[in-house]
């Protein structure tokens, strides 16, 4: 059960002294304990509907209003409150360590299509045989409620539960002394909440206007405008031993979204999290922190992880998948729940860089969250920009990037982006693109694991690992979909950039190589080693790639990935080389001095057309064109109109590259 200001509400233990439980009932005195009954005659058993207005405090009643969770009640004037939090007689000389004399909680979460009923039925079969529990059936504000007392916990505590508008609201009513007839001030409480509370007409969310989709036990709806379509597909688990291994998990990608070229894709996956926690202690822990958030309900950041960056000015919230990169911030903070469970959303940005500036290609909006009985962890990433945001790598006009990229600024800097970034959502001061209220509408349709036209439900145990080559590959080229029936393989592949090029694949197995024909790239022989591929060395075209994962990182050497030593002349200085890394059809780098200094940067998109490249821009937002030989041993630069002179790098380890028009020599 979710508490709210936790380390308060552990603490009623003091509160009981002599009272302990055993068996769930609470029995009084420690020599010779008697059990007591659970009477629940000053429970009305029907309480009338109020009208479509909030109720009138009086003398001996105070007022509270919940807009965000639809709800406004009354409560006794000898009480104080917080949102979700009522005391009887607050202790104002203990520190805030004792809330007071007795206490509500009030949670609210997404009834995932239950009843109070079916709610109150799930709690007590959680129990277990041994308790002496008790239920009654009222009505609240014109709904079915169910009243619950003997429960097992910290405290004694009568339960109410409601459900309005498929949201779920548990009111937590503690310490509950049963055996006391007279009525007490929490008896007073109760009755005060229980015969005012009236649900406001805004809790039913409105109707969404966007597009259906259900596949693969998960449904949600994404407005219009936000995508033209989704690819819907099983991610089988990946099998690296690093860090950042996932599970087997449903994945979509909306297509047509109104940001391109970003370092991440707009995505949604559905993880099995005993799965996800069972793959490495730190993937536990995340769940963990994320666990503790929503029964808390508050945010408690940890501490960034030694192996990346640390002079950030705030720590990290959950995140999965795991990437090799650090949370450089995280603004726009907000719980959010979904049809059958809740989580947390907000705005960041990941790096390994020692001081990486905010920028439209990596920033992106992310909600990580759990299904209310805790089977499925739901990942959302979302790329997001701003107007005032340079296109890859700075803020504003007024904080250049040598201002602030060194260990005296950044601080100072990421903490004015911070509370740039946290202005209110809105045409004059952010206006998010897409709008933050459009990801949130999509977050808050999902229903997962209970699709309504899908049998097909993402599984509980471990998908079976690809057989042979059976899969889909990410290459240096375009996404390959390959399928082996004994030792005959068939596939096809959609390549990147605007040509959409697509190609055929046919061949034969024979252990860890394939000898295959492509209607683009001819024949091919190829070398498999675990999840990696590559052609034979001195083949004509080099075609080679990774079975796609999380990152859908090339390894070095394929693709653009790796270090390239660029051909000295006027442009560049002596002994500079560019170290890149090609995400599937995105490529992204940065160009070093023969002192290691960072003169450029680079980021930009494959295209397939006469050979392949990188259509791009540097940091000063000039176009920046890639064109790559065949074998990956060099390509030639052309920076905007420059087209005398001779730019190129060859890969590092080489001293020379045949471009076909000149060669590339160190």
Known sequence: ????????LAAAVVLLGNYFFSNGTLYIGVETPTPIATPIAVIPTQVASLENTCPIPTADTKFQRNDNDGYCLLYPSYSTSLTGLIVINPSTNSGGDMPGDAWLSIQTE????????????????????????????????????????????????????????????????????PNVTAPTPLENLYATVITSLHF????????????????????????????????????????????WKSPAHAQFTLQGYPLQNTTYQPQLKIYSADQYAQMSDQSKLIIERLQNILQT?????????????????????????????????????????????SGIRYITQLSQAAFPLINKQDLFYTFQGLTSDGQYYVSVIMPVNLPYLAADYGPDAYLHPTDVQSPGKYPEYLQIMVEKLNQPEGEGTNPYAPSLASLDTLVQSLLVGQSATSTLVPPTTELAAPVGKTGVWITNLGKLTLKQSGPEITGSMDGYGDFKRQDLFQGTSNGDTASLNSQMLGDLNLVFSGNTFKTVQGSRVSFCGIRASESNELPPGCGFSGTWVLSANNFFPGESKIIMKQVAGNVMGGFYDGKGNVFDKLS?????????????????????????????????????DLFQLKLCAVRDGLNSADLGNFTCNL
């Open 200 to 243: 406001l007409p805004s809790n039913t969310p409105p109707a969404i206007a966007g597009v259906d989709i259900s596949d693969m036990g998960t449904s949600f709806i994404y407005p219009f405008g936000l995508a033209n379509g989704t690819q819907n597909e099983f991610v089988p688990q990946s099998s690296s031993d690093m860090i």
């Open 1 to 8: 059960m979710k508490r709210i200001l936790y380390s308060i």
């Open 297 to 341: 309900q508050t945010f408690s950041p940890q501490p960034v992880p030694d192996m990346f960056v640390t002079n950030r000015p705030q720590e990290e919230l959950p995140f999965l998948p795991i990437q090799g990169a650090g949370q450089v911030l995280h603004v726009q903070e907000k719980f959010l729940s979904f049809q059958n469970g």
């Open 110 to 177: 997404t009834a995932g299509n239950r009843t109070a009923a079916q709610v109150a039925d799930e709690r007590i079969a959680s129990a277990g045989a041994g308790f002496t529990i008790t239920r009654k059936d009222v009505t609240v504000d014109g709904e079915q409620a169910v009243v619950v007392d003997g429960l097992p916990g910290q405290d004694s505590t009568r339960y109410v539960f409601i459900v309005h508008g498929n949201r779920l609201y548990t009111f937590e009513f503690a310490p509950w002394y």
């Open 604 to 640: 930009g998109q494959i295209y397939w057309g006469k050979g392949w490249g990188v259509n791009g821009k540097n940091y000063t937002d000039h176009t920046v064109t890639l064109v790559m030989n065949s074998f990956e041993t060099g390509f030639e630069f052309i920076y905007d």
